[in-house]
């Protein structure tokens, strides 16, 4: 990813110079000058300039960590500890959201738990329950996933429901902030997605999930 230049860091660089030109000038004026009211204005300018620059710097670190947890976002997604987990999960989605297939019972959802499935979501779900947590708590960005990774995360999340609404049974708050993240890439980008991708239902939740599959299975 090629780096590109903060223009808010730039800014807080140059209230920094301003600062430091002004406390030279300060330096000069008083060696030639009594009057206290001429360094008490510079003085007083100095230190709203040294202000805003703390706060244009601060903004800019802030900018420069989000893009950190963007790139570190894809590396971890990348590795093989989590992408192998994906291929169950994309498969049980399109078995269960896409094909409605009617061979499938809830006994059969219950077996499928017990094996790879099962450790799939399971892995899936903490990965994107951390990740969801920092875009809720707006450390991570969601322009990375107004495209394919955003369709991903509502495919892989689809395709958790159905262990997740089992261990919501004893734990009522496992995968929450998967969900949200989930809810937050539907507000912003699903309809967009709807129109890309014909098999994506952006209408399902939790809640609801039961009785769409069902109904489209009649």
């Known amino acids: 990813m090629r780096s590109r230049i903060n223009p808010i860091g730039v800014i807080g660089i140059l209230l920094v110079s301003v600062s430091v030109l002004l406390a030279v000038l300060v330096v000069i004026i008083g060696v030639g000058d009594t009057e206290t009211s001429v360094l008490e204005s510079v003085v007083g300018a100095i230190a709203i300039l040294s202000?805003?620059?703390?706060?244009f710097l601060g903004?800019?670190?802030l900018s420069n960590f989000k893009l950190d947890n963007v790139r570190e976002y894809f590396t971890k997604g990348d590795d093989s500890a989590v992408a192998d987990f994906r291929d169950p999960i994309y498969k049980h989605y399109e078995e269960m959201i896409v094909k409605m297939d009617d061979s499938y019972t809830d006994s059969d959802i219950d077996n499928k738990t017990k094996g790879k499935y099962e450790e799939a979501v399971k892995k899936i779900s903490a990965f994107y329950h951390l990740w969801g947590m920092l875009a809720v708590k707006k450390y991570l960005p969601m322009w990375p996933f107004e495209s394919s990774s955003g369709i991903s995360v509502i495919k892989l999340f689809q395709g958790s429901i159905d262990y997740i609404v089992l261990r919501r049974k004893d734990n009522?708050?496992?995968?929450e902030y998967f969900e949200k993240f989930y809810d937050l890439i539907i507000k912003k980008y699903g309809k967009e997605f709807a129109k890309i991708d014909e098999s994506i239902n952006i209408?399902?939740?939790i809640d609801n999930y039961s009785d769409i599959i069902k109904k489209g299975r009649t």
Request: proline share 0%.
């Open 59 to 61: 903004v800019s670190s």
């Open 172 to 175: 009522k708050l496992y995968a």
């Open 203 to 205: 209408n399902i939740t």
């Open 51 to 55: 202000g805003l620059s703390g706060v």
